[in-house]
């Protein structure tokens, strides 16, 4: 197989597909770099077919060698592990644009493996692992509607910048990823700091310029080297009696589906079928009978539900298209962690809850991208019970991701480690579930921050919007605010929109359609930023400004020592430092710059070892008073610690303006003194004055 590739100028490089060299026995197998970064992707189809199939078995594994970077993975097992949390998120990344571009007909199961094997720490590897792995589906022999093409587009200065560097991206107020085809886009994620909706639209606008030349380009691959597609395995069999099926659980599904309710419109909707498939039971005794029947009752409801909905602007829960679903908000609703709240909407419901920590605690990260630390962290659990179901209790991709969209949401209104010393964990626990619970998670991560006594920026609400559309062209449309699970299931668009009161800091959009006008997307942000400041406008009612510190949060003291004092802090080995620690019963962290945090359980410990580090890293000043401590009397005078473990002599004839004929006449042993710093001589002896024998001279 000869070798083809082609090249496109990407900023300061090349950005390079090549394919015939590596991977020729997988369906497809581009090779794609981009400066010093490079991405192999593959795809593999089954030998086995599956008939009947209504989704598309596809998986996406997206991982990053370490070698990659020149690195050796942490740990006592030096190999590659489990996918970190990065790599699940760029999996999710490839996963959604491509999947509604395969055909469910054709059958087979199908995986895709996009492998980081070089990094620069400056071209991002996600975006060329998308270009990478839509190319090798693209040049295979596996059905597939693409190409697909991804952009990142950060904005600076009042300038967008196309596929940023990682410092570009860390230095900007706004990072998105946009996905789509030369017909549009179909999906959108990423967060901003406040940017504006008009800023967004033109992020959108910038981003389809890119996509389009990236799939121009891959025609091109296509053109060179493209596989004859192997055959679809469509179903050849069609459901017996559908006419007069549908003609009867039209009507009964029609009341069924505007229930009041979930439980109630899944109880009525399941007893419909269960009645009609009692009626039909000789005919779907055959098991491909049973599955198109199933299919016509989902056909049924995506026909009512949309009919509604564009005919007369009415939901399944009697909702208009922008009304907001009843919200109710309550904090501290749990004894004992530093902050919680209980944040409902409809019948999604998030059980919010904030942990205060110390810089030990912080998420640190060990990747190609370099290692690092977050002192905000969210997680996002989402149990079966929240939807009424056994399963298990995994952490998973959609728990990975939607903690993400939230966490990215609150990230800029979070204040920083210098403003606020705390490493700060969110927990969001999902009880209820009927759409949007990421949103969710976004407006109970802002209430129990706020309950915790977290000095936000700004409050931060989400919201989840829908679509749905009639027509090649969209010529009728209606966009739903605050989303229903069905609605996700059965529309157009599931567009997530989070933010402050001032502008936009989260944004996650997935479209089942091939694109979506301008003119629509204008519409659905506006829509968007209406509902979100009715949400915040409930939220505030609750509580508005941060609460007082948590009492049971730990207590910590920050300060700045000299530099050149760090060493006599910590000590040989850590010996100082430790000692302070166990004496006090304290975590104390240093930084480079000087920066010492003192964190104690108690607010006496931390000022004692507060204290403490002064005496060890300030050098005594003098004319300065000091409040001292006599540690050993002499026949001359006693010595007296004026810093911890800094002690001066006060002379006799400094004891007072009478003649003293015993120190021990005036001082006894531990006695607590004010004392003056009289002189440092040249050996570094301070010699010390009683303050009352000053006074009375």
């Known amino acids: 197989m000869a070798v083809e590739r082609v090249t496109y100028r990407l900023g300061d490089a090349d950005l390079i597909l090549e394919t015939g060299k590596i991977g020729k026995q997988a369906n497809g197998c581009v090779y794609a770099q981009w400066g010093g970064a490079a991405v192999i992707a593959t795809i593999c189809a089954s030998s086995s077919v599956t008939e009947g199939q209504d989704f598309v078995p596809v998986t996406v594994e997206y991982n990053e060698k370490f070698y990659a970077a020149g690195k050796i993975p942490g740990g006592f097992v030096k190999r590659e592990g489990r996918p970190k949390d990065k790599e699940i998120l760029v999996s999710r990344l490839i996963d959604r644009p491509m999947r509604p571009l395969f055909e469910p007909s054709f059958g087979h199961e199908l995986q895709i493996v996009p492998t980081c094997v070089s990094a620069d720490g400056e071209h991002t590897q996600d975006i060329l692992a998308v270009l990478a792995a839509s190319a090798a589906t693209c040049i295979s022999d596996i059905p597939f509607h693409g190409p697909v093409a991804a952009c990142r587009v950060g904005f600076k200065d009042g300038k967008y910048i196309i596929n940023p560097t990682f410092k570009e991206i860390e230095e900007g107020d706004m990072e998105i990823v946009v996905a789509g085809t030369k017909d549009g886009f179909t999906m959108v994620e990423g967060g901003a700091n406040e940017v504006s909706e008009d800023v967004m639209l033109g992020a959108l606008a910038e981003a389809e310029k890119f996509i389009k030349e ?101 939901r399944i829960d009697g909702r208009k298209c922008d009304e907001i679903r009843p919200i109710s908000c309550e904090i501290n609703v749990l004894p004992m962690p530093h902050g919680s709240a209980l944040f409902t909407r409809g019948e999604t419901q998030s059980l919010a809850v ?74 969001s626990e999902i009880m209820e579930s009927n759409g949007s619970s990421s949103q969710a998670s976004t407006c109970g991560g802002t209430l129990c921050m706020l309950a915790a006594g977290v000095p936000m920026k700004k409050m931060v609400a989400g919201i989840a919007m829908g679509l749905i559309t009639e027509g ?22 599931d567009f997530k929109v989070a933010g402050t009161r001032d502008g936009i800091t989260g944004f996650q959009m997935d479209i089942k359609i091939p694109g979506v006008t301008t003119e629509i997307m204008e519409k659905a942000l506006q829509q968007a930023k209406e509902g979100r400041m009715h949400i915040l406008s409930k939220m505030e009612e609750c509580i508005d400004k941060p609460a007082p510190l948590s009492p049971r949060a730990p ?40 920066t010492v945090t003192i964190y104690g359980k108690t607010g006496i410990a931390a000022e004692q070892a507060k204290k403490a580090v002064k005496g060890i890293t300030e050098d005594p000043e003098v004319g300065t008073i000091y409040q001292g401590t006599v540690k050993r009397i002499m026949e001359f005078g006693a010595f007296v610690e004026i810093l911890p473990g800094k002690e001066g002599l006060c002379h006799i004839s400094k004891l007072s303006k009478q003649r003293v004929s015993k120190v021990t006449d005036v001082l006894t042993e531990g006695q607590q003194i004010p004392v003056k710093l009289l002189e440092v001589d040249k050996q570094g002896r301070l010699n010390l004055s009683y303050i009352d024998a000053i006074e009375e001279k």
Do not use: W
Request: glycine share 8%; aromatic share 6%.
């Open 214 to 314: 990236m799939c121009i380009l891959q025609e091109e691959l296509v053109a060179k080297c493209g596989k004859e597609k192997l055959p679809l395995n469509p179903l050849d069999v069609t459901l017996d009696n559908a006419e007069a099926i549908e003609a009867e659980a039209t009507p009964l599904l029609k009341e069924a589906c505007f229930q009041n309710g979930k439980d109630n419109r899944g109880r009525a909707i399941a007893q419909v079928q269960k009645d009609l498939a009692a009626k039909y039971a000789e005919q779907l005794e055959d098991p491909i009978q049973a599955k198109l029947f199933c299919n016509l009752m989902d056909d049924i409801q995506y026909k009512l539900l949309r009919k509604s909905i564009l005919d007369e602007g009415v």
């Open 354 to 427: 904030c942990t205060l920590g110390t810089a030990m605690d912080e998420q640190t990260y060990d990747d190609i991208d370099g290692d690092r630390s977050e002192h905000f962290i969210l997680h996002y659990n989402f149990p079966p019970y929240s939807v009424g179901e056994t399963g298990r209790l995994t952490t998973g991709r959609r728990e990975i991701g939607h903690g993400n969209l939230a966490r990215r949401s609150l990230e800029p209104m979070v204040p920083s480690r210098e403003e606020f010393p705390y490493t700060v964990r969110v927990v």
């Open 472 to 493: 090649d062209h969209y010529e009728r449309y209606q966009i739903l605010s605050d989303i229903l699970g069905e609605e996700d299931h059965l529309g157009d668009m």
């Open 555 to 594: 207590q910590i003291l920050t300060m700045k020592i000299p530099v050149d004092k760090i060493g006599a802090l910590i000590g040989p080995g850590g010996k100082n430092v430790k000692a302070l620690c166990a004496q006090y019963g304290v975590t104390i962290n240093t930084d480079d710059d000087g």
